[in-house]
């Protein structure tokens, strides 16, 4: 089955600065990659996502990358603010079998 | 339009009881999932459902039941409870795959404490 990994566990950036999560996945019959929101005490929301067919998706300050040849994919937040502090959650999934994964998550705090 | 809604939001157990978690859907979606949320764990996929009346594994889930008895709700069931089920449970919808972006909606949580 699928396997995803999300580094680094714990992020903290001053505000302002850019963050930078990563994640790797293990089948290339992988197709979709959304990213997921969630903060303290609330459900996890969606953020934004890329295809397989797509290298780059940019929403404001926000940003995802994918490289299908090395199987991995990265979140950009540029502009830091407080509001961006929360856990995220890098996920893959295929429309064959209909199974998302997640990532293991990614803990960010923005520095005042 | 609610959403995606679960109840109780909070519960306390011994081990050894049994209890079920409901989640409801107003979207009229045909997949639901269960997941639980443990500290550096991430989400956990428990058991999900594709249609009413169907039901399938995920990755975690010994020690849970769960039936779709009609598309809007799925129930899970806890038939024992132990300690290591201590955690939060997320009820989630989407539509089917080729008809989505593979977005799910998630409930508020559930979350569950075995004594």
């Known amino acids: 089955g699928e396997n995803v990994e999300q580094h680094p566990s714990t992020l903290s950036v001053q505000e302002g600065d850019s963050a930078v999560i990563k994640c790797t996945y293990s089948d290339s019959a992988s197709n979709y990659f959304p990213w997921y929101k969630q903060e303290l005490g609330k459900r996890p929301q969606l953020i934004i996502d890329?295809?397989?067919?797509?290298g780059e998706k940019k929403d404001q300050r926000i940003a995802v990358t994918l490289n299908k040849t090395a199987k991995h994919f990265s979140l950009h937040i540029t502009e830091t603010q407080p509001e961006d502090s929360a856990v995220y959650f890098c996920a893959a999934f295929n429309f064959g079998n209909e199974k998302l994964t997640f990532g293991t998550g990614t803990r960010l705090t923005i520095i005042p | 339009n609610a959403g995606v809604t679960q109840t109780p939001k909070f519960r306390v157990l011994k081990t050894g009881q049994s209890m079920t978690l409901l989640c409801a859907q107003d979207?009229?979606?045909?997949?639901m999932y269960w997941y639980r949320q443990d500290p550096g764990m991430g989400l956990r996929l428990i058991h999900y459902s594709v249609g009413e009346g169907t039901t399938a594994k995920g990755e975690v889930p010994d020690g849970y039941n769960v039936s779709r008895l009609k598309k809007q709700n799925f129930l899970l069931g806890l038939e024992s409870a132990a300690p290591s089920q201590t955690s939060v449970y997320f009820c989630?919808?989407?539509?089917?795959?080729?008809?989505?972006?593979?977005?799910?909606?998630f409930g508020e949580g559930s979350r569950l404490t075995v004594l």
């Open positions: 989630a919808s989407s539509l089917p795959g080729a008809m989505n972006t593979g977005e799910l909606f």
């Open positions: 979207m009229n979606h045909e997949y």
């Open positions: 890329i295809r397989s067919n797509v």
